[in-house]
């Protein structure tokens, strides 16, 4: 049961070099589900997301396309990430640009801070620079390049040609944390989640930290550095800003007290700037460090991460157009371990939606109002002496209540919704073997009528609760349905067995429509 307290929760925020595609919508679902969860269960939640406009990737872009690199962000945040929200039906608190002027004051006064303490000097770096992915590269995360590229050393993940760069930039002596970073995972081993991301960023930082080049002095689209106006501030350490300026540092300490730490959900291509370098910078600074990252996998389309510039991208109205957003939710977060790559298959998709969400849950809601409307006249039913079968049904409904809510604060989203389709099948197969449409033929099993009615009838609304992080859309229609009072958000769902339900139910439209997939 949950104890009352503050919940942060962030997705990166995204660079806005081109339009979202499932990738990043995945990363949005996971986050506002288990904020929903969270929300839900009576704490004092705050969902953040938003978008990274500076560093020389975006402004290559924009000059491209013949605009600067602010006209530039505000068309694609307007036109493309804002939107996505609405599209996957997103409920964040907060959306920060760190183009905002609360972000980029707050970015000179953190630097600035860092600098007045000593952990920042002059330095002159040379190294493989990848714009794709703003970061400087070891040779080991070079390959030889192949094609139009054969000769050329390219980055690993985007499979284009690095930049053989020099400049003179500000460093951070993230080198002197590496006992201290080294420290916390061994005092928190759930700070870096799931466990390959964890050795993955321990081995890391064994090896050796060097000290990070801050800034940039051969183009000026960023924040500028306070004490020093030729250059401005590397991307990466700007963006990672974001978390703590978005809730009030350095301006508003009660708000800022009241919020952080946070849960980071990051994909695992980012994970070592989070669980590496983003601590580094708050234990420099004198600051608690994340309440956790998690570092989630790739989705793979034929094989593939999932990309744009590899055309493997698939936008996410591609198929909320088609099975609706609570179905998009629903697949990549059952479908998929959190924390693992997944592979995506329209088939898959569609496989899923028919039998586990039309004919699983839908046709179950189905079902047993329409049964209430038909044997009782829409009153729900009252039951009287409850047989073994009724009480085991009350028994999943507890254990799903409790072991989802387990679930969810591991982030082990996938296992949660398992847990609750337990129940889904439980009274699936409740229906099947308690036969209400043969006892409704005889007047003498009115009595066990009503309370195999009024069984489903709480199980369902059980349901209603549970999944309304996950399906909010199909869950509110069910909660009205269900004759439910107020929002079915509003009902503590660490107890939703013990949800205050109605006294008659009203007409229910199909939740999950079937739905027509082009061959």
């Given at each position: 049961m949950a104890d009352g307290s503050s919940f942060y929760i962030t997705t990166p925020i995204f660079y806005v070099n081109d339009v979202p595609h499932i990738g990043h919508a995945y990363t949005e679902v996971a986050a506002d589900v288990a904020a929903r969860w969270h929300r839900q269960a009576g704490e004092d939640t705050w969902s953040l997301t938003g978008t990274d406009e500076h560093g020389q990737k975006i402004l290559r872009t924009a000059t491209a396309n013949g605009v600067t690199p602010k006209q530039w962000a505000d068309k694609l945040?307007?036109?493309?990430?804002?939107?996505?929200?609405?599209?996957?039906?997103?409920?964040?608190?907060?959306?920060?640009?760190?183009?905002?002027?609360?972000?980029?004051?707050?970015?000179?006064?953190?630097?600035?801070?860092?600098?007045?303490?000593g952990h920042i000097y002059t330095g002159e770096y040379e190294g493989y620079y990848c714009v794709g992915c703003e970061e400087y590269k070891q040779q080991s995360e070079l390959v030889d390049g192949t094609g139009e590229y054969e000769g050329q050393p390219v980055c690993a993940i985007h499979s284009k040609p690095v930049e053989l760069l020099h400049e003179k930039n500000y460093f951070f002596r993230?080198?002197?944390?590496?006992?201290?970073?080294?420290?916390?995972?061994?005092?928190?081993p759930d700070f870096v989640q799931p466990e390959s991301a964890r050795n993955e960023v321990v081995?890391?930082?064994?090896?050796?930290?060097?000290?990070?080049?801050?800034?940039?002095?051969?183009?000026?689209?960023?924040?500028?550095?306070?004490?020093?106006?030729?250059?401005?501030?590397?991307?990466?350490?700007?963006?990672?800003?974001?978390?703590?300026?978005?809730?009030?540092?350095?301006?508003?300490?009660?708000?800022?007290?009241?919020?952080?730490p946070a849960q980071h959900i990051v994909g695992k291509d980012i994970l070592?700037?989070?669980?590496?370098?983003?601590?580094?910078?708050?234990?420099?600074?004198?600051?608690?460090?994340?309440?956790?990252?998690?570092?989630?996998?790739?989705?793979?389309?034929?094989?593939?991460?999932?990309?744009?510039?590899?055309?493997?991208?698939?936008?996410?109205?591609?198929?909320?157009?088609?099975?609706?957003?609570?179905?998009?939710r629903f697949y990549f977060m059952s479908a998929i371990s959190f924390g693992q790559d997944g592979s995506f298959?329209?088939?898959?998709?569609?496989?899923?939606?028919?039998?586990?969400?039309?004919?699983?849950?839908?046709?179950l809601a189905s079902r047993v109002v329409a049964m209430i409307t038909r044997y009782c006249d829409g009153v729900v039913p009252t039951a009287g002496v409850l047989s073994p079968a009724d009480a085991e049904i009350a028994t999943i409904a507890r254990r799903a209540?409790?072991?989802?809510?387990?679930?969810?604060?591991?982030?082990?989203?996938?296992?949660?919704?398992?847990?609750?389709?337990?129940?889904v099948d439980a009274l699936n197969g409740y229906?099947?073997?308690?036969?209400?449409?043969?006892?409704?033929?005889?007047?003498?099993?009115?009595?066990r009528l009503e309370a195999v009615l009024a069984t489903a009838y709480r199980g369902l609304g059980t349901l209603a609760v549970l999944l309304s992080p996950v399906v909010p859309k199909a869950s509110a229609k069910l909660w009205t349905a269900l004759g439910a009072p107020g929002e079915v958000t509003a009902q503590r769902i660490d107890r939703a067995?013990?949800?205050?339900?109605?006294?008659?139910?009203?007409?229910?439209?199909?939740?999950?429509?079937?739905?027509?997939?082009?061959?």
């Open positions: 945040v307007a036109e493309a990430w804002k939107p996505l929200l609405e599209t996957i039906d997103i409920a964040n608190d907060d959306f920060i640009r760190t183009t905002d002027e609360r972000h980029e004051r707050n970015v000179q006064r953190f630097l600035q801070k860092l600098y007045d303490e993230m080198s002197a944390f590496a006992d201290r970073l080294l420290a916390l995972y061994e005092e928190r081995s890391f930082v064994r090896q050796g930290l060097a000290d990070l080049s801050i800034s940039r002095s051969t183009f000026d689209w960023g924040v500028k550095v306070p004490w020093d106006e030729t250059h401005v501030v590397y991307v990466w350490f700007d963006a990672l800003l974001n978390y703590i300026t978005a809730v009030g540092y350095g301006e508003d300490d009660a708000e800022f007290a009241r919020r952080w070592r700037f989070h669980a590496v370098i983003w601590p580094a910078m708050l234990m420099a600074a004198g600051l608690d460090v994340p309440r956790g990252v998690f570092g989630h996998g790739w989705l793979l389309v034929g094989g593939e991460k999932m990309s744009k510039s590899k055309l493997t991208g698939i936008a996410p109205e591609q198929i909320t157009d088609v099975f609706g957003s609570d179905a998009f298959s329209w088939e898959d998709l569609a496989a899923r939606y028919q039998a586990e969400l039309a004919n699983g849950f839908g046709n209540t409790e072991r989802s809510w387990d679930a969810i604060g591991r982030l082990a989203i996938h296992e949660a919704i398992a847990e609750v389709w337990q129940l229906l099947t073997n308690e036969e209400p449409w043969a006892l409704a033929k005889d007047p003498e099993q009115r009595d067995d013990e949800a205050e339900l109605g006294e008659r139910v009203q007409p229910l439209e199909a939740l999950f429509p079937r739905v027509e997939v082009a061959e």
